[in-house]
């Protein structure tokens, strides 16, 4: 996984996943656009793990689904 991509079209791709990037690109705000994908998994701790290998890289973490489930309620 060394190819330069998308990061939003990536999102798409593995929904409900955590996805790690090493940022190569990012728009005018400072938000990341484009990266390598290092690692994409179901599990949180799996990338961490690839995370803690990559130090001192321009990293992302995200996660490509919906953040609260749709029966849980947020109270602020």
């Not at 728009?27 to 998994?41: F, I």
Request: with cysteine.
């Amino acid at each position: 996984m060394s190819d330069v991509v998308d990061i939003a079209e990536e999102q798409k791709k593995y929904r409900d996943e955590w996805l790690l990037f090493e940022v190569t690109e990012v728009a005018g705000d400072d938000l990341p656009v484009r990266g390598r994908l290092l690692c994409h998994s179901a599990s949180r701790d799996e990338v961490h793990d690839v995370a803690m290998r990559n130090l001192g890289k321009d990293l992302m973490t995200a996660f490509a689904g919906d953040p609260v489930p749709p029966d849980v309620y947020v109270v602020l």
